[in-house]
């Protein structure tokens, strides 16, 4: 990471100056990037004795409502008191005098994030089933919440929000192809969009989703058995249909006959071993847990994968224009193209559930 990267990421002298003045001063602090994420940034902060994290959008021009760090504040703090665990929140701030941009801090949890690998202590069969049973039992808890009861009655419009996600993630890919087609065109992507839009449900469940949600978005906490002890950005969080939510973590879940990822930087493969459940299992589990059915699996199946191309070419996009420094950002040029194919052969039932 360059130094002129991290002093668009944050005025530290102006950040230590706010969290004085909102948690009082402390004698010795720390501010550190954390470059595991691949959308909004991420600092952890050592404020004396307290461990804490801040959220901030990536700098340079970003996708309309791509990076809400604010939307994430507001609804980790309406279900800080559910059976949903999330970090708690801290603060919030809307003053881009501060660091920039719109910005909030919240507790630092402890425990593992599972990305490329599994911790040695869930390496057996049962507990690679309880890490499997416990992200999908959360999940189906998200969309058990009584949205109204907890101050989140106008945190969006259900009715509709699966035709708005097909729109939505039109105009995302719209927004990055001004800049991406110059150097490459993605003919199967506009194919896949015509389908999506030509079939999506005409009725679905109303709750709380998350938008986000996969095995990297979540902790579990230190020991065994596995416990789910945090559910992390909720950038994308609002009021709309459960089963675009589970599409999504299906679309990171690997069965142990799947081909090798489109996205190797962004998927992991260790689920492929003996003992963590199927995406049918998982299926399964949440249909029980919530009472609905995941009807119309291969639409919600294509959408989850069109809306990570349209990540990817957003990402491809803020690369050619020099706002970011990620290196997994350039590979984009193949891998969408890549993850616009793999949405086709769902459409096409050549990759089944």
């Not at 939510?245 to 992991?268: C, F, H, I, N, Q």
Request: net charge negative.
């Amino acid at each position: 990471m360059s130094d002129t990267y991290y002093e668009r990421l944050v005025d530290e002298d102006a950040l230590v100056a706010y969290l004085s003045a909102h948690l009082g001063s402390v004698d010795a602090y720390e501010i550190e990037r954390h470059q595991e994420g691949h959308s909004n940034e991420t600092l952890f902060v050592t404020w004396g004795d307290r461990d804490l994290v801040i959220r901030r959008p990536p700098p340079g021009e970003t996708a309309d409502t791509a990076h809400d760090v604010l939307r994430e504040y507001r609804v980790t703090n309406a279900i800080a008191d559910t059976d949903v665990p999330v970090p708690d929140p801290v603060l919030a701030c809307e003053d881009h005098d501060v660091i920039g941009s719109d910005f909030y801090v919240m507790e630092h949890l402890q425990g593992d994030v599972l990305r490329e690998t599994e911790p040695e202590r869930f390496a057996a069969p049962d507990h690679r089933a309880r890490v499997g049973e416990e992200l999908v039992d959360t999940l189906a808890t998200i969309h058990d919440l009584e949205y109204e009861a907890l101050g989140l009655g106008e945190f969006g419009r259900p009715e509709g929000y699966t035709q708005r996600q097909v729109d939505r993630w039109g105009k995302q890919l719209t927004w990055a192809f001004e800049v991406t087609e110059d150097e490459r065109e993605i003919p199967t992507l506009h194919e896949v969009g015509d389908w999506l839009r030509d079939n999506v449900p005409e009725t679905h469940p109303h709750t709380l989703v998350h938008g986000d949600y996969k095995l990297d978005n979540v902790m579990f906490a230190p020991g065994t058995p596995p416990e789910l002890v945090g559910v992390f950005d909720w950038e994308m969080a609002t009021l709309g249909d459960p089963r675009a939510d589970l599409g999504w973590m299906l679309s990171y879940w690997r069965d142990s006959k799947d081909p090798a990822p489109e996205l190797p930087e962004l998927v992991t493969r260790f689920m492929e071993r003996e003992g963590y459940p199927t995406r049918r299992e998982l299926v399964a589990r949440w249909e029980a847990r919530t009472g609905y059915e995941f009807a119309h699996e291969r639409f919600y199946r294509a959408l989850a994968v069109y809306k990570l191309a349209g990540l990817g070419e957003m990402f491809f996009r803020r690369y050619l224009e020099g706002n970011s420094d990620d290196p997994m950002y350039p590979k984009m040029e193949d891998r969408v193209p890549a993850l616009a194919a793999r949405a086709e052969r769902i459409i096409e039932g050549d990759e089944p559930l």
